[in-house]
Each structure stands twice: as structure tokens, then as C-alpha cells.
T-cell receptor, first 116, second 113 residues
């Protein structure tokens, strides 16, 4: 079975600085997607970024980028120029493409605090 | 695009009653929707996968008779918590599968008193 691990329950970053959130996963599959979701206090889950496993190039979305290391099964999120609005819970998620169910497996989350 | 609306946002019900939560994909058709439960300061736990026109697939340990799921159309899935008890109090979130990924509703906070 697939698992997703986020080993940092909480992180803090100074406004305008850069922070990296860690995520590792375990799978025997070769075809999958990885995601980072943000859950602010409103608890609305918001897609931050996604990465297809077959793509070697790391995904980027404005200030958000990932470091995808397939062999190491690592998928970290880097937030540059952190803003107060980035404060939220961040969940790493795995989605299998092989099973056809499109189920998502979420990590336990990392709470990001942004300090003014 | 890819907006998912969940209703109600919060509900309080008496123990023993049933509560229905709706999940709608507003601007796309979703053949597959998912229902999650989230306990305070914890991750999302998948309860069931809802497929349009067929029976839902429940995760291990989830009581299908307590959590009734209906996916009667391509834009609507409902979760009914039957004979609710205080231990059913939680935050329930739905998501709908779109081409670019899954999009989430805003969640429903259920409190059973």
C-alpha cells in the first residue's frame, strides 16, 4: 500500500524568506501524481501544485516549486518570498494512476506559520 | 473553473437524527467524487468513493449503513449520516474528480448533540 509521510508537524518562516516543506512517499507503482494542497483556516482545500511522476522536470507555480526526487521518493515544496497569506496547513498527496480509482492519499500535514 | 460547492457549511443535529450533506460540481461533470472526514488537527481520511450511477466504494472500517452515499447525477453526490451520534461529529469534505485533479468543497462541520 502507498503511504505519504510529512515529518514536519510545524514550520515557521519569516515574511519574504524561503521555506521548504518535506514529503516522502512509498509506492511500488511507476505511474502516479503528487500534489501539494493548502488548507487555510477556512478549511477550504486549495491545490497548490502538482507533479506527474513521468516528468523529470520539477513543477513550478509562481512562488511555489517542488523538488521531485523519484528514486528517493521525495517531493518537497519550496515557497519563495513567503507572504502572510501563505500561513496554512499544507498537505502532500499521492494519487495512483494504475488503479484507476483516482484515490488520494494524504500526509499528516505541516502547519506553516509566517512571521511578520 | 473547477468549482465544487458543499452544503451546508455547518449543521447541528440531535442525536438519533439523520443529516444530508450535498456536494456539487458547478462547472464540470464529475463521474467520481470522494468523501473525506477530518478530525481536528489531523489529515483527511477517505471514507468512500462515489461513482455516478453505481454503488459507492467504502474504505475499510467505514460503516456503509451509517454513511449513505448517493451519486445520482454527474454534478451531485450526497452523504447522509444516519442515526447520528456525538462521535460522528467531525468535519466532512467532498472532492470531485476533474481532468486536472481533484477539487474540494468547502467542507461541512457536523455537530451532533
Amino acid at each position: 500500500a502507498q503511504t505519504v509521510t510529512q515529518s514536519q508537524p510545524e514550520m515557521s518562516v519569516q515574511e519574504a524568506e524561503t521555506v521548504t516543506l518535506s514529503c516522502t512517499y512509498d509506492t511500488s507503482e511507476s505511474d502516479y501524481y503528487l500534489f501539494w494542497y493548502k488548507q487555510p483556516p477556512s478549511r477550504q482545500m486549495i491545490l497548490v501544485i502538482r507533479q506527474e511522476a513521468y516528468k523529470q522536470q520539477n513543477a513550478t507555480e509562481n512562488r511555489f516549486s517542488v523538488n521531485f526526487q523519484k528514486a528517493a521518493k521525495s517531493f518537497s515544496l519550496k515557497i519563495s518570498d513567503s507572504q502572510l497569506g501563505d500561513a496554512a496547513m499544507y498537505f502532500c498527496a499521492y494519487r495512483s494512476e494504475a488503479s484507476g480509482t483516482y484515490k488520494y492519499i494524504f500526509g499528516t500535514g505541516t502547519r506553516l506559520k509566517v512571521l511578520a | 473553473g473547477a468549482v465544487v460547492s458543499q452544503h451546508p457549511s455547518w449543521v447541528i443535529c440531535k442525536s438519533g437524527t439523520s443529516v444530508k450533506i450535498e456536494c456539487r460540481s458547478l462547472d464540470f461533470q464529475a463521474t467520481t467524487m470522494f468523501w473525506y472526514r477530518q478530525f481536528p488537527k489531523q489529515s483527511l481520511m477517505l471514507m468512500a468513493t462515489s461513482n455516478e450511477g453505481s454503488k459507492a466504494t467504502y474504505e475499510q472500517g467505514v460503516e456503509k449503513d451509517k454513511f449513505l452515499i448517493n451519486h445520482a447525477s454527474l454534478t451531485l453526490s450526497t452523504l447522509t449520516v444516519t442515526s447520528a451520534h456525538p462521535e460522528d461529529s467531525s468535519f466532512y469534505i467532498c472532492s470531485a474528480r476533474a481532468l486536472t485533479g481533484a477539487f474540494f468543497g468547502q467542507g461541512t462541520r457536523l455537530t451532533v448533540v
